[in-house]
């Protein structure tokens, strides 16, 4: 005879379900209700209060995890005797079944069953518990998300907030639920336009779910995506990616792969990414997001049109325009079965199919599909919302494409009307005020198109009032980007607007050829270059307010050190294919420590007013400053590269000249070739594209290279490249044509006739030089660095190390540190260190480089495109004890030498690839050289490509002996690799790879 039960322990266990559902420990819940119902059932306990209760839950489970075909077996089939039967418990558990089914169909997007579900879920909640309680507001909770389903936002608000004061009124606020109903608040005042309000919703959440909860709790989920949407309104896209990606992972450690909040979590990353111009990631995200979809519904359910959509967006930004559009026709057709609801997806594929059909040269499609979005816009957020402002600005963008400018320039000032909120002056020549509005994107796409419509008026009427609004246009919108720009945090934010700004800066300079305006043009160039570095200059220079704390500004360093040491590790654990566990661990203490840093910057900003205005007093130095500081026989060269143009301006201190040439078609390819033919010594190659590229970029402007009276005067010339000219060194260019049969001595290199060395800008060359002038280190002191990297053969860390060619013997450092040191003490210099093997570590460089004039590193450089974290320059790698030690303490990586504070008038990096990195538009190559740059150092020299370990270390004592010998740092540059040229090392491969940024 079977063992009679205890139902008392079988009660607490159900008890125990609701707190497994509190916190979102799902696969515990089933696993418990599963062992609970076989124990009733072994016991005859079957349709019992207990049976039916733990059947509620477990569907309950079902539901949260997206298993749909269980979760309608329990909570339909197995609870069909609730409606009939009379125990007690029914009435609750009832309510409970109505509850989670009414949920269930939520899911499933089944309208016409939520309907009724509700209808009989509130009456009976009204009847058991009233309109006061908790479990009242739980179904008003459920209530508002219906009514947002059918775009009854203002009901939706009612109901939340009808809630909202129940739980108030109990004072029982520290609440999960009450959370929940704070982030649907914030969703609902979206769509209401109140962005104040939407952010104070989620704020309050997260506050009081950090207190009550685990920061691993599937309420962050939400919290963090409306986090991170709110930092995407203000288009500070670095943020928006960190709060998606901190979703995303708590997503994935507690729900299973395909299940409903993991699909949303991907479709958001992906719609982040988007933006951020990460291409790859979003489509990966797209295409998974896509693949749960197809998986958990069926193929008519409106949330697969919603993965259409992310798959179409990320596939138009992709440039695979037809296959997006085809995509995006799809989900239309599956949103044509719900014409009222779902109106969220179908705007998002309108807006996406008209920009398919832009690209695609279909005006007629483009326009149709705009002017759909735009109505469903203003059914959705009423006509005053910067939703409307978008769409309408896209039907402009049609006429602008049809040259109807009168046309354009109306739905412009509709547009920037809802933004500014203020309508426009009747004269459209007068510049609107921007100094508050709605949402920053939209309003730079506004300026931006209205400033391209007067531009090609005038290309149209040439009148000169149409040029000179362009002008104005062009300058208001340049100045409202730098402030936007410093007012982000996030470099992601930084960097995505400086890819928008790109054809800004094109059409800014079509303006100023046509007016032949050089301090405009010269003022467009300089604000295309390396803007982060010049941000980061503008910081330090903020940091030197005395007003500001200095434990404040000691604690932001801290923290700021931690963060970049994390991301070090997470990249190196990614590199290693390690743990998602380990990685994501990692991840969370960096997202925490980012989020305190943050924080901390805001903190300090709002208590010094006047620092904030200082980080945010960005200015380029004008045309006549930079001519007024150049020398005799200085030459400053410039250049911007678009599709259709290139520009070269050029100034030395007696005239100038502002060229716009059309692009080569071959100009990428070329460039390209010209780097192989180096590393390959292919030269036939090299004669071929070297003297192509001189023909581009140097006999245009010869006039300005060449003393045409006396051969003899050498100018010394100052390259200021854009994009992939930064990969190239111009010494090595032809002046002339040659024959590949001729010796390289006799080759017309550039470097015969000219001192060549780099900058990222202009205005930071003047900073440079201000500076080192001022801050010129008197005494001549030298410390040098060799780690050699020669390891015992037996050593099974360093056979690892060797199987990288990275890692190699450089035998010849040694040497070359100990000549270079050598011919300093011949000099009697003030100080000089060597420091060999095992002593070229990060603690002695770090200890003992800070106060040195010159500093001469001669070692590996690793360069990592993929995980640019992981370049840098590789110190000794072992501890005394022979292990190998972590990452971050034998790597210097660029950003962490960009924290340290150098003196040094002169760094040589002796290392391979130094001066490459990842090449951002607008921004130029982030590199190890960049670090030391932002470290204070006034002239580097470092390399391009690979370079030879014996040919590389004569190079650089040639270059000492120049500089010692009283020469300018380009003067013995030059003159070591003119003695390269006559010594039997005449192919570039042994010389060109060195160049050099200074002052």
Request: net charge negative; with cysteine.
């Amino acid at each position: 005879m079977q063992k009679p039960i205890d139902i008392t322990k079988i009660e607490g266990s159900i008890n125990q379900l609701s707190d497994l559902h509190t916190a979102a420990k799902y696969q515990e819940l089933i696993a418990q209700a599963k062992a609970i119902i076989s124990l009733l059932v072994d016991n005859n306990k079957e349709q019992t209060a207990a049976y039916l209760e733990t059947c509620i839950w477990l569907g309950a489970g079902y539901t949260m995890l997206s298993k749909f075909k269980e979760a309608e077996t329990y909570l339909f089939e197995h609870t069909k005797s609730l409606s009939s039967t009379s125990n007690e418990y029914e009435p609750s558990i009832l309510q409970s079944c109505l509850y989670w089914q009414t949920k269930y169909y939520q899911v499933i997007a089944n309208v016409p069953a939520i309907n009724s579900k509700l209808e009989e879920l509130t009456e009976l909640s009204t009847k058991l518990y009233g309109k006061n309680s908790i479990k009242y507001a739980a179904v008003l909770l459920l209530k508002a998300q219906f009514q947002t389903l059918k775009n009854e936002h203002q009901a939706a608000l009612e109901s939340l907030s009808y809630a909202k004061r129940i739980y108030t009124k109990q004072n029982i606020q520290k609440d999960l639920t009450y959370c929940e109903l704070l982030v649907k608040s914030a969703l609902t005042y979206t769509y209401l336009s109140d962005k104040k309000s939407s952010a104070e919703q989620v704020e309050t959440a997260y506050q009081i779910a950090s207190r009550i909860t685990h920061p691993e709790h599937p309420i962050f989920i939400d919290i963090y995506i409306w986090k991170g949407f709110e930092y995407g309104l203000k288009s500070d896209t670095g943020k928006y990616l960190q709060y998606g990606q901190k979703a995303l992972q708590i997503c994935l450690r507690t729900f299973e792969m395909f299940s409903t909040e993991t699909l949303r979590s991907y479709r958001n990353l992906s719609d982040i990414y988007i933006p951020l111009g990460k291409v790859k990631e979003a489509l990966e995200t797209a295409e998974k997001a896509l693949t749960i979809a197809e998986h958990v519904f069926p193929p008519n359910h409106p949330s697969l049109a919603g993965a259409y959509q992310t798959l179409g967006a990320a596939l138009y930004q992709s440039r695979a325009y037809e296959q997006a559009k085809v995509i995006l026709l799809k989900g239309l057709e599956i949103l044509k079965e719900h014409p009222k609801l779902y109106l969220s997806s179908n705007r998002q594929i309108h807006h996406f199919l008209s920009h398919c059909c832009y690209r695609l040269n279909d005006l007629d499609g483009h326009l149709e599909h705009a002017k759909q979005y735009n109505k469903i816009n203003v059914l959705l957020y009423g006509e005053q919302n910067e939703a409307v402002a978008n769409s309408s600005l896209m039907i402009g963008q049609n006429y602008l494409l049809r040259e109807k400018y009168d046309e354009f320039l109306k739905y412009c000032n509709i547009s920037l009307g809802i933004v500014l909120n203020k309508p426009l002056s009747e004269n459209r020549y007068q510049l609107p005020d921007i100094s508050n509005y709605k949402n920053p994107f939209t309003l730079r796409t506004c300026l931006k198109y209205r400033a391209f419509a007067f531009y090609n008026l005038f290309k149209q009427n040439k009148q000169t009032k149409d040029i000179q609004a362009a002008k104005a246009g062009f300058q208001q919108l340049l100045d409202h980007l730098d402030k936007e720009r410093l007012s982000y945090q996030s470099e992601q934010s930084k960097l995505f607007l400086s890819r928008f700004s790109e054809g800004i800066f094109e059409y800014s300079l079509m303006t100023a050829y046509e007016m032949q305006d050089l301090s405009f043009a010269f003022n467009v160039f300089e604000r295309s270059k390396a803007v982060l570095l010049l941000d980061d200059f503008t910081q330090k220079d903020a940091n030197t307010d005395d007003t500001v704390s200095i434990d404040l500004l000691k604690e932001e360093v801290i923290l700021d050190k931690q963060y970049q040491q994390l991301k070090l590790k997470i990249a190196q654990l990614k590199s290693q294919n390690s743990e998602l566990v380990e990685i994501g661990k990692t991840q969370n203490k960096a997202f925490n420590i980012k989020i305190q840093l943050d924080e901390l910057r805001l903190k300090i900003e709002k208590e010094h007013p006047e620092y904030a205005a200082k980080k945010r007093a960005l200015s380029v130095v004008s045309f006549e400053e930079a001519k007024r500081k150049l020398q005799e026989n200085q030459v400053l060269v410039s250049y911007f590269i678009s599709t259709t143009y290139y520009y070269i301006l050029v100034i030395d201190e007696y005239e100038e000249s502002f060229l716009q040439l059309e692009t080569p078609a071959e100009l990428t390819t070329c460039l390209t070739d010209f780097s192989a033919s180096i590393n390959q010594h292919d030269k036939n190659s090299f004669t071929q594209n070297s003297r192509q590229l001189a023909k581009w970029l140097l006999d245009p402007i010869a006039d300005f290279l060449f003393d045409p009276f006396d051969d003899t005067i050498h100018k010394d010339l100052i390259f200021l490249p854009y994009g992939e000219l930064n990969y190239i060194p111009f010494e090595s260019l032809l002046l002339e044509d040659e024959h590949s049969s001729n010796d390289y001595q006799d080759y017309s290199f550039l470097i015969k006739s000219c001192e060549v060395q780099y900058h990222y800008s202009a205005t930071l060359w003047l900073k440079t030089l201000t500076k080192s002038n001022k801050q010129r280190i008197e005494n001549e002191s030298f410390v040098g660095f060799a780690p050699l990297y020669q390891f015992e053969e037996e050593d099974e860390q360093q056979s690892e190390l060797e199987s990288s060619p990275n890692w190699r013997p450089l035998p010849h450092s040694t040497k070359e540190i100990h000549n270079v040191a050598a011919m300093f003490e011949e000099q009697k210099r003030s100080s000089t260190q060597i420091f060999l093997e095992a002593q070229a570590n990060k603690p002695n460089f770090l200890k003992n480089a800070i106060d040195k004039k010159y500093i001469l590193i001669a070692a590996h450089g690793v360069v990592n495109d993929k995980l640019p974290e992981l370049s840098g320059l590789v110190f000794y790698p072992k501890d005394a004890q022979g292990n190998l030690l972590p990452l971050d303490e034998h790597l210097l990586s660029m950003r962490e030498a960009a924290q340290i504070e150098l003196s040094a008038d002169l760094v040589v990096l002796s290392s391979c690839e130094s001066g490459i990195g990842e090449l951002s538009k607008g921004n130029g190559l982030l590199s190890i050289n960049r670090g030391f740059i932002q470290a204070g150092v006034s002239n580097i020299v470092f390399t391009l490509f690979k370079v030879y370990d014996e040919p590389s270390s004569q190079l650089i004592q040639n270059f000492f002996h120049f500089v010692l010998d009283g020469h300018s740092y380009t003067a013995a540059l030059r003159k070591a690799k003119l003695d390269f040229l006559k010594g039997g090392m005449a192919d570039p491969k042994m010389w060109c790879s060195y160049v050099l940024i200074g002052v």
